[in-house]
């Protein structure tokens, strides 16, 4: 799907499917990453799964993430169009037991289908619905790739957001044979933005943009956002767009080929030599990623007047 009219054309050949499992609601970047994937030519973007973050800050996470994506696509006038998927509502109690869902569902069906381009699933929080996926349909583990926000910096590891919300998903999927992209903590925080930069260049921009700029500082007043060592209230972390930039170029040097590690219960990596190499990113290009979004949303809040 392309929600923009733009003066070039993505060649077929370089289409990819994607599928974006996000905790929308967890706090304020994820709406980011999900504005840029829509914006975004290349994609054929087949759902938006709405992903749990725990039960720490409300008791619904999945079903508020479920409504922060529907708020998203309305807000932009775009057709919802069955592309809104519920994942679990919480995480795997073990490594042998789904959760099933709509979103597991989905990622099962897209791996599973005669398109012959390839498949992303990229994860801006935890892993449930693609561990759910593997466990009720293992065929799918060489038929896809997934993109993964989470982790501690290596090669120690440690508390990791994304991790804590589904240790044993993140165990089931690195000790599978999917292939996995991994943007740890380290990397993700390389996406740092000024929320005069934001205020510049993103709440201009129609009715998206306002929001995506009011809704990320309401949320850095809550207390979980005070609370936080780099947000100090002149900057940000965008740290899901990196999904969308790695989508985009893949940033073949800035990446080590790892024997996906297991994770010990207090989030650090154990080496495991006998699993299959991940990509473990160790830079992104936040100039890169952050202006195509900013150059994408203006052309998109231009052609809608």
């Given at each position: 799907?392309?929600?923009?009219?733009?003066?070039?054309?993505?060649?077929?050949?370089?289409?990819?499917?994607?599928?974006?499992?996000?905790?929308?609601?967890?706090?304020?970047?994820?709406?980011?990453?999900?504005?840029?994937?829509?914006?975004?030519?290349?994609?054929?973007?087949?759902?938006?799964?709405?992903?749990?973050?725990?039960?720490?800050?409300?008791?619904?996470?999945?079903?508020?993430?479920?409504?922060?994506?529907?708020?998203?696509f309305d807000l932009m006038s775009i057709p919802k169009n069955g592309l809104i998927f519920r994942g679990a509502t919480h995480s795997l109690k073990d490594e042998t037991t789904p959760?099933?869902?709509?979103?597991?569902?989905?990622?099962?069906?897209?791996?599973?289908?005669?398109?012959?381009?390839?498949?992303?699933?990229?994860?801006?929080?935890?892993?449930?619905?693609?561990?759910?996926?593997?466990?009720?349909?293992?065929?799918?583990?060489?038929?896809?790739?997934?993109?993964?926000?989470?982790?501690?910096?290596?090669?120690?590891?440690?508390?990791?957001?994304?991790?804590?919300?589904?240790?044993?998903?993140?165990?089931?999927?690195?000790?599978?044979?999917?292939?996995?992209?991994?943007?740890?903590?380290?990397?993700?925080?390389?996406?740092?933005?000024?929320?005069?930069?934001?205020?510049?260049?993103?709440?201009?921009?129609?009715?998206?943009?306002?929001?995506?700029?009011?809704?990320?500082?309401?949320?850095?007043?809550?207390?979980?956002?005070?609370?936080?060592?780099?947000?100090?209230?002149?900057?940000?972390?965008?740290?899901?767009?990196?999904?969308?930039?790695?989508?985009?170029?893949?940033?073949?040097?800035?990446?080590?080929?790892?024997?996906?590690?297991?994770?010990?219960?207090?989030?650090?990596?154990?080496?495991?030599?006998?699993?299959?190499?991940?990509?473990?990113?160790?830079?992104?290009?936040?100039?890169?990623?952050?202006?195509?979004?900013?150059?994408?949303?203006?052309?998109?809040?231009?052609?809608?007047?």
């Amino acid at each position: 799907m392309n929600y923009n009219q733009y003066a070039f054309t993505v060649p077929k050949e370089q289409m990819i499917r994607v599928i974006t499992n996000t905790d929308a609601k967890n706090e304020g970047d994820d709406q980011y990453a999900i504005v840029h994937t829509l914006l975004s030519p290349r994609f054929d973007n087949r759902g938006f799964i709405a992903a749990h973050f725990g039960d720490a800050k409300t008791k619904t996470s999945m079903e508020d993430s479920y409504k922060e994506i529907e708020t998203i696509f309305d807000l932009m006038s775009i057709p919802k169009n069955g592309l809104i998927f519920r994942g679990a509502t919480h995480s795997l109690k073990d490594e042998t037991t789904p959760v099933p869902s709509e979103g597991a569902e989905l990622i099962i069906r897209e791996a599973l289908s005669d398109d012959p381009r390839p498949l992303f699933v990229t994860f801006l929080g935890p892993l449930t619905d693609m561990a759910s996926a593997l466990l009720m349909e293992p065929r799918i583990a060489d038929k896809l790739t997934v993109i993964w926000i989470g982790g501690g910096a290596y090669p120690n590891g440690g508390p990791e957001y994304n991790l804590h919300n589904d240790i044993h998903a993140a165990n089931l999927v690195f000790k599978s044979k999917v292939p996995v992209w991994q943007v740890p903590r380290d990397v993700y925080q390389q996406v740092i933005v000024s929320i005069a930069e934001l205020e510049h260049r993103v709440r201009p921009h129609r009715e998206i943009g306002k929001y995506l700029f009011d809704q990320l500082v309401e949320y850095g007043q809550s207390v979980h956002a005070i609370r936080s060592s780099y947000r100090t209230g002149e900057c940000w972390c965008l740290g899901d767009s990196p999904v969308v930039g790695l989508l985009l170029f893949e940033h073949a040097y800035h990446y080590d080929l790892v024997p996906a590690p297991q994770f010990t219960d207090d989030y650090k990596y154990i080496e495991s030599p006998d699993n299959r190499p991940i990509r473990v990113y160790k830079h992104i290009d936040s100039r890169f990623i952050m202006e195509d979004f900013y150059a994408k949303l203006a052309l998109f809040a231009e052609k809608r007047k």
